[in-house]
């Protein structure tokens, strides 16, 4: 004889059952307010909460009560000690990213034994190594840097490490406004040399700590407008057709006789090809990239923190080339071709500007990274949403240059 059990629905999940399931989720961002909800309701300590998951075995589970540790507002680096061992790339990259949005001075220690860490974190976002986001979140915090580059030779990289790791034995009972104050001054130092490397060392430096350097920033970044000069240039092998690609690229040139600084964002620029004669549209917008995983509601640290990866050094006459293709095209005809970079280091120069300019960003903290995530494409065609009139970058802070190019019938 069979006999059938009837299904027994199990018992509501209990408050700790109820964060754990929260934590799991993918996307931490869309869980965040129920998470931070959830933990008000609890009472009690939300760090203590938190620290308690990091024995949890789903690797998402304790990434993610990182961050809404970093979210919480658990600023001290000693809530995050049962975190620190982890094997999970993820989880050692949002302790990392909590010690740089609240400048933990008590992380430096842990930071430095990261900054030769070669894992890799594959997100939305792009692709980041581990000891760079160590890097960036010591030079944050300490507001020094000893000429470490990940693609230097290994003494060279030991000797940085060894240097940071004597600046703090020597300097790690003082106040952090002592650090900022000696910061100012290296990269003041770094940024007055002739050595294209320490050079721009100074420059990010700067840019790194913030406002209390924006001053000395802004007038190394001044140039004049004439400086930089840019040209669009297309060649094709005959004359095009509607269904033709013209291979065209843009050539950005150091005209003066001085070292000048640039950031136009990584991923070159944003091209436009319209009709000549077309009726007049509204003014398109022209996007300046910004990481959007800097401080919460502080957009010029987001404008900054972009800066800094994004500034190029020219030395007088050097060019920068950017290649791109134009076409197809809906007719035949005589097109404007259009090509513009957006230049955050004119825009931080720029004081009637101001900074910050840039867009606010969400209330969060960090960029929607996922696991398994794949980097979006960019394309030029696509349509830019519309922004308010201050978020748009003025004229002077843009390179850009034009051209005509006619596709025959």
């Known amino acids: 004889m069979n006999t059938v059990l009837a299904a027994v629905p199990a018992p509501p999940p209990a408050a700790d059952d109820a964060i754990l399931a929260l934590l799991g989720e993918e996307d931490y961002e869309q869980a965040r307010p129920r998470i931070l909800e959830t933990l008000r309701l609890e009472g009690g300590s939300p760090c203590v909460a938190l620290a308690a998951c990091a024995a949890n075995r789903n690797g998402r589970v304790r990434e993610h009560a990182v961050h809404a540790m970093a979210d919480t507002d658990c600023t001290a680096f000693a809530s995050y000690s049962p975190y620190l061992d982890d094997s999970d790339a993820w989880v050692i990259d949002a302790i990392i990213e ?77 106040p952090r406004d002592e650090w900022v104050k000696e910061g100012i001054e290296r ?14 060392e100074g420059f990010r430096l700067l ?53 000048v600084a640039i950031a136009p964002p990584a991923d070159g620029p944003v091209v436009r090809v319209g009709r000549l004669d077309a009726p007049p ?84 903290a960090r960029s929607p990274d996922r696991r398994g995530a794949v980097k979006p494409q960019r394309s030029s065609a696509t349509p830019k949403s519309a922004a308010p009139e201050s978020a748009r970058p003025s004229p002077a802070t843009r390179i850009e240059a034009e051209t005509i190019v006619r596709f025959d019938q």
């Not at 007038?219 to 509607?242: F, G, H, M, S, W």
């Open 98 to 174: 909590a010690t740089r949005r609240h400048l933990m001075q008590d992380a430096v220690p842990f930071l430095l034994a990261h900054l030769t860490d070669p894992r890799r974190i594959v997100a939305e976002q792009g692709t980041r190594r581990i000891g760079d986001g160590a890097h960036r979140a010591l030079q944050q915090i300490t507001c020094q840097s000893f000429h470490y580059d990940p693609a230097g030779t290994s003494d060279d990289r030991r000797n940085a490490l060894s240097r940071w790791r004597q600046w703090y034995v020597e300097h790690r009972t003082e």
């Open 281 to 364: 549209g509204p003014a398109p917008l022209d996007e300046v990239p910004r990481r959007t995983d800097a401080s919460p509601g502080d957009p010029g640290t987001v404008l900054l923190s972009a800066l800094a990866e994004q500034l190029i050094d020219l030395r007088p006459g050097e060019i920068r080339r950017y290649d791109f293709t134009v076409g197809p095209v809906p007719s035949a005809g005589r097109y404007r071709v259009r090509a513009t970079l957006a230049d955050l280091a004119a825009e931080v120069a720029d004081t009637d500007a101001g900074v910050p300019t840039a867009a606010p960003t969400p209330p969060s």
């Open 207 to 259: 840019a790194l700590i913030g406002k209390p350097g924006l001053t000395d920033l802004r007038a190394l970044l001044k140039r004049a407008p004439d400086d930089v000069q840019a040209e669009v240039a297309c060649q094709p092998d005959e004359p095009p057709r509607p269904n033709d690609r013209v291979p065209c690229h843009l050539l950005v040139r150091n005209a003066s006789t001085h070292r």
């Open 187 to 200: 990269a003041r130092d770094y940024a007055g040399r002739d050595y294209a490397p320490h050079r721009l």
